[in-house]
T-cell receptor, first 115, second 115 residues
Framework: GENVEQHPSTLSVQEGDSAVIKCTYSDSASNYFPWYKQELGKRPQLIIDIRSNVGEKKDQRIAVTLNKTAKHFSLHITETQPEDSAVYFCAASRQHHNAGNMLTFGGGTRLMVKP | GAVVSQHPSWVICKSGTSVKIECRSLDFQATTMFWYRQFPKQSLMLMATSNEGSKATYEQGVEKDKFLINHASLTLSTLTVTSAHPEDSSFYIC???????????FGNGTRLTVT
């Protein structure tokens, strides 16, 4: 099955700096890679996702890059703000023509943005 | 957007009792729902895939007789933790897609504490 590794497990940055979180996956057939932000005791919230036919995607201060050959993808947050502090999870799955494709999550990264 | 409702949000029960958690898709039909478990400071681990009208598919190491899943309709899946023990205390989250290829939508989660 799929195995997703995520690094670092904790990340502390100064407000305004950039933060980068990296993930690797094992299943070359995976073609969908979402990133979730989870605040303490709450549900994971999708912040950005990328499919395997795209190498990079950006949404305001958040960007994700994908290297299919190396089987790794990264989340980039620029101009970090204290409200960006949370746990971030990467995930991978195969997306086919049905809805029954499960996600495999990385171990999570606790991001702390210091004011 | 698609909404997944989970109930209850928290429950405290005594060891040996059973607890039922409901997961509803409010504005879409979900033939497949997923149940995850999350221990403190850890990632989301898939427990089982719930399939409407058929048996759930359990991940390795998850006891199907202990974690009973029923997906009787296209909008409701239930997870029953039978004979709960303190080690079952965790955050249980359900999720579903509103269509093939769409992002996964999560319920708010249920924090189970077994005393």
């Amino acid at each position: 099955g799929e195995n997703v590794e995520q690094h670092p497990s904790t990340l502390s940055v100064q407000e305004g700096d950039s933060a980068v979180i990296k993930c690797t996956y094992s299943d070359s057939a995976s073609n969908y890679f979402p990133w979730y932000k989870q605040e303490l005791g709450k549900r994971p919230q999708l912040i950005i996702d990328i499919r395997s036919n795209v190498g990079e995607k950006k949404d305001q201060r958040i960007a994700v890059t994908l290297n299919k050959t190396a089987k790794h993808f990264s989340l980039h947050i620029t101009e970090t703000q204290p409200e960006d502090s949370a746990v971030y999870f990467c995930a991978a799955s195969r997306q086919h023509h049905n809805a029954g494709n499960m996600l495999t999550f990385g171990g999570g990264t606790r991001l702390m943005v210091k004011p | 957007g698609a909404v997944v409702s989970q109930h209850p949000s928290w429950v405290i029960c005594k060891s040996g009792t059973s607890v039922k958690i409901e997961c509803r898709s409010l504005d879409f039909q979900a033939t497949t729902m997923f149940w995850y478990r999350q221990f403190p400071k850890q990632s989301l681990m898939l427990m089982a895939t719930s399939n409407e009208g058929s048996k759930a598919t359990y991940e390795q190491g998850v006891e199907k007789d202990k974690f009973l899943i029923n997906h009787a309709s296209l909008t409701l899946s239930t997870l029953t933790v039978t004979s709960a023990h303190p080690e079952d205390s965790s955050f249980y989250i359900c999720s579903a897609r509103d269509s093939p290829g769409s992002p996964l939508h999560f319920g708010n989660g249920t924090r189970l504490t077994v005393t």
